[in-house]
């Protein structure tokens, strides 16, 4: 069971906008910064989001973070079928004292 | 760039040791801004952080509760890499196997290509 809890899956259709949710506890995201990570079939996870909001060079603007209280979210604007993937979050957790990650949510393109 | 080049997948029996290595290119294990991570990933307990070794004038060690009395992690300056091993390994040690460079703050942003470890008999 992940620390930090997420919606298995998520679907929409191209040019669509997604977001994905991801929840946890003052542990972790009500203090800590949150990650998001991109994982393609057969691949090793990818930083796609740092730090709440912050992308890291070559990730297009469709992506954007936020965090609000114990929660975050992910939002994909202007869906691409290459967009369809494994997403995580993740984030320290200070009772832990390491890095915490969702169970993932499997975003289906139409 | 940084790139982490991880040795190949293995298959270890029930009790023994199991050991991945993770070799560095473009930075240092030795770098005092980075860590350097191992992170697994199974279908029943998902993304797994497991433990971390980092050089601030000295090496320190952080490592998982779940993982503790368990696991070594081993950094290797004349060669550039770092390793993990685990003692008394179990099928649920069954799993793909991550290494991964971290910055201030945590963020795991450069990753290996994964290796996959089997526990059978």
């Known amino acids: 069971q992940s620390v930090l809890t997420q919606s298995p899956s998520a679907s929409g259709t191209p040019g669509q906008r997604v977001t994905i949710s991801c929840s946890g506890g003052i542990s972790n995201i009500g203090t800590k910064t949150v990650n998001w990570y991109q994982q393609l079939p057969g691949t090793a996870p990818k930083l796609l989001i740092y730090?709440?909001?912050q992308r890291p060079s070559g990730v297009p603007d469709r992506f954007s973070g936020s965090k609000s209280g114990t929660s975050a979210s992910l939002v994909i604007s202007g869906l691409q079928s290459d967009d369809e993937a494994d997403y995580y979050c993740a984030t320290w957790d200070d009772r832990l004292n390491g890095p915490v990650f969702g169970g993932g949510t499997k975003l289906t393109v139409l | 760039q940084v790139q982490l080049l991880q040795s190949a997948p293995g298959l270890v029996k029930p009790s023994q040791t199991l050991s991945v290595t993770c070799v560095i290119s473009?930075?240092?294990?030795?770098?005092?801004?980075?860590?350097w991570n191992w992170i697994r990933q199974s279908p029943s307990r998902g993304l797994e952080w497991l433990g971390r070794t980092y050089y601030r004038s000295k090496w320190y060690n952080d490592y998982a509760v779940s993982m503790k009395g368990r696991m070594t992690i081993n950094p290797d300056t004349s060669k550039n890499q770092f390793s993990l091993q685990l003692n008394s390994v179990t099928p649920e040690d069954t799993a793909v196997y991550y290494c991964a460079r971290s910055g201030n703050g945590g963020v795991l942003v450069v990753w290996g290509q994964g290796t996959l470890v089997t526990v059978s008999s």
């Open positions: 730090t709440n909001n």
């Open positions: 473009g930075d240092s294990v030795s770098s005092n801004s980075a860590a």
